[in-house]
């Protein structure tokens, strides 16, 4: 990896060299945080979790051939070269500062309450019609998973598009920090993590503080649709690009013409001129993606005919919105993770579909125990004014869902199930064939099980 070398590791990450003066100048092949995928030359970064410390595999990784480790545990890593830190995560995250900072690429950094992942995909699907493009895979967009993205970056990439997430005060200066965005993008501020932000104050304090090392030069690209970050005047003395449905925005769609499960047909204007474009995924929210996904595009030099293609190539992630056909059921798996924003918009959609549907719903996380109980409620009458057969409920708190449902459909067809065990039994014989299924809930919630049985 180009300049990564016991040297330069240290100083970037203020650790202490221990027997590396035989390997000072020599470059590490990789960096790992998992033993098991420890490589000839690699750097061994171990994580302290809650039911392992990856120090206690220091030895069997350097006898794998791993050029040098980390440590914050100075026996642990006696007679092997290592570097000595405070913190772990913390020095993955300054030596990823070093490293990106020495690969010297655009940086897109993407963040906001709902929609990230998403986002990320149509942004990196419509700069990869014009650029060799790294973009956070899975659900690497944390203060750890952050500075693993950013150490895949080889010589031959031309931009990264890094998705942050957080969920305590502090976690995205950390992460701005080493990603150093060019470019940032906010989806949106909602009522997610209130368990530690505390509300949508908390939540856009924390979001914005990403601005702190968006360069002086760089550029802040906000949903102007949504009520706290229309606020938003301008950052380091630039004002914002705003994307969003209304016409107020610098870029925005008109003639949205929805086709079902297909995706969504609109036209997209930026400034002054306009396109016409299918995203191919279903639904309101992902119509704002392809327009998030237009505003990068314009900044990177893109032409509007590969804007387009961009948006229309965007391929959906297993539990992230993607749809799965066959010859019994039509699933729409969503099932990754849920707050009530990602969960209107899935019922949105479900809402709008022919034929007889069902929604599965669960828990959803986060979200603090004095507003828990009121926000599942919330759902709930959402859900409950939606052209939807039947409501599968499962978890403790997905039973206000139907308490909600029944405030403005007391008619409706409910089944609450405490555990998806507990439905597991008898999901063959509820859900009727033909059905379009919706299933939606935080992660904790192994609702991919569901999904794999209707799939």
């Given at each position: 990896?180009?300049?990564?070398?016991?040297?330069?590791?240290?100083?970037?990450?203020?650790?202490?060299?221990?027997?590396?003066?035989?390997?000072?100048?020599?470059?590490?092949?990789?960096?790992?945080?998992?033993?098991?995928?420890?490589?000839?030359?690699?750097?061994?970064?171990?994580?302290?979790?809650?039911?392992?410390?990856?120090?206690?595999?220091?030895?069997?990784?350097?006898?794998?051939?791993?050029?040098?480790?980390?440590?914050?545990?100075?026996?642990?890593?006696?007679?092997?070269?290592?570097?000595?830190?405070?913190?772990?995560?913390?020095?993955?995250?300054?030596?990823?500062?070093?490293?990106?900072?020495?690969?010297?690429?655009?940086?897109?950094?993407?963040?906001?309450?709902?929609?990230?992942?998403?986002?990320?995909?149509?942004?990196?699907?419509?700069?990869?019609?014009?650029?060799?493009?790294?973009?956070?895979?899975?659900?690497?967009?944390?203060?750890?998973?952050?500075?693993?993205?950013?150490?895949?970056?080889?010589?031959?990439d031309?931009?990264?598009?890094?998705?942050?997430?957080?969920?305590?005060?502090?976690?995205?200066?950390?992460?701005?920090?080493?990603?150093r965005p060019d470019t940032m993008v906010i989806t949106n501020i909602g009522t997610c993590h209130l368990e530690f932000l505390k509300d949508r104050d908390g939540v856009f304090e924390a979001k914005t503080e990403c601005f702190e090392y968006v360069p002086f030069d760089g550029t802040v690209i906000l949903n102007g649709d949504d009520d706290k970050l229309c606020r938003v005047d301008q950052v380091h003395g630039h004002a914002p690009i705003f994307y969003g449905m209304s016409p107020m925005n610098r870029v925005y769609a008109e003639n949205i013409r929805p086709l079902g499960l297909k995706g969504t047909a609109c036209t997209i204007v930026i400034d002054d001129r306009e396109f016409d474009v299918t995203v191919p995924v279903p639904g309101r929210h992902m119509v704002m993606n392809a327009l998030a996904g237009a505003a990068v595009g314009s900044i990177y030099g893109l032409t509007d005919e590969e804007i387009k293609a961009g948006i229309e190539k965007l391929e959906t992630l297993s539990g992230r919105f993607r749809i799965l056909e066959n010859e019994n059921y039509t699933v729409i798996d969503d099932c990754y993770n849920a707050n009530p924003m990602s969960m209107k918009a899935g019922l949105g959609v479900l809402g709008d579909v022919a034929g007889h549907t069902t929604a599965i719903l669960g828990d959803m996380g986060e979200l603090g125990e004095k507003d828990e109980a009121r926000l599942h409620r919330e759902v709930g009458v959402f859900a409950g004014e939606k052209a939807i057969d039947t409501y599968v409920l499962i978890g403790q708190l997905a039973k206000y869902i139907g308490e909600g449902i029944r405030s403005v459909k007391p008619e409706a067809e409910i089944r609450s199930y405490d555990t998806v065990e507990e439905l597991m039994g008898e999901l063959a014989s509820l859900i009727p064939a033909g059905d379009t299924v919706l299933v939606k809930a935080s992660h904790f919630m192994g609702f991919d099980r569901i999904v794999k049985a209707l799939h």
């Open positions: 990896m180009k300049n990564l070398t016991p040297r330069t590791i240290a100083a970037a990450c203020g650790g202490t060299l221990v027997d590396c003066d035989a390997i000072l100048d020599k470059e590490i092949t990789g960096v790992v945080i998992d033993s098991r995928k420890a490589e000839p030359g690699c750097l061994f970064a171990p994580i302290k979790g809650a039911r392992v410390d990856a120090h206690d595999f220091i030895s069997q990784v350097m006898e794998a051939g791993a050029l040098l480790t980390l440590t914050e545990k100075e026996e642990k890593a006696a007679g092997y070269p290592h570097i000595l830190v405070n913190k772990t995560e913390d020095a993955l995250l300054m030596i990823a500062e070093f490293y990106r900072k020495t690969m010297g690429i655009p940086v897109v950094g993407i963040t906001g309450s709902v929609g990230k992942t998403s986002t990320k995909e149509m942004i990196a699907s419509v700069l990869s019609q014009k650029y060799r493009t790294l973009k956070t895979a899975g659900n690497y967009n944390s203060t750890i998973g952050l500075p693993l993205t950013i150490f895949r970056l080889t010589e031959e031309e931009i990264a598009v890094l998705e942050m997430g957080i969920n305590h005060f502090g976690e995205m200066t950390k992460m701005a920090k080493a990603a």
